[in-house]
């Protein structure tokens, strides 16, 4: 089955659906990947209540 025939799928799925969709995937990510994804760096986020 091709991506172009999952991604309707996965939009039909309910949330119940979604979150046990998205632990299989994280299972299948080596945790080695893991660190690289969330090892990026922070980027600062400007508000208007910080604002001078």
Same mark, same amino acid.
């Given at each position: 089955?091709?991506? @172009? *025939? ?9 949330? +119940?659906? *979604?979150? $046990?969709? #998205?632990?299989?995937? @994280? !299972?299948?990510?080596? %945790? !080695?990947?893991?660190?690289?994804? #969330?090892? @990026? +760096? !922070?980027?600062?986020?400007? +508000?208007?209540? %910080? !604002? $001078?």
């Amino acid at each position: 089955m091709s991506l @172009a *025939e999952l991604i309707p799928l996965v939009n039909d799925l309910n949330q +119940s659906g *979604e979150l $046990t969709l #998205f632990k299989l995937l @994280a !299972a299948q990510v080596p %945790d !080695a990947k893991l660190r690289v994804v #969330f090892s @990026a +760096s !922070a980027y600062p986020v400007g +508000s208007p209540y %910080d !604002a $001078t």
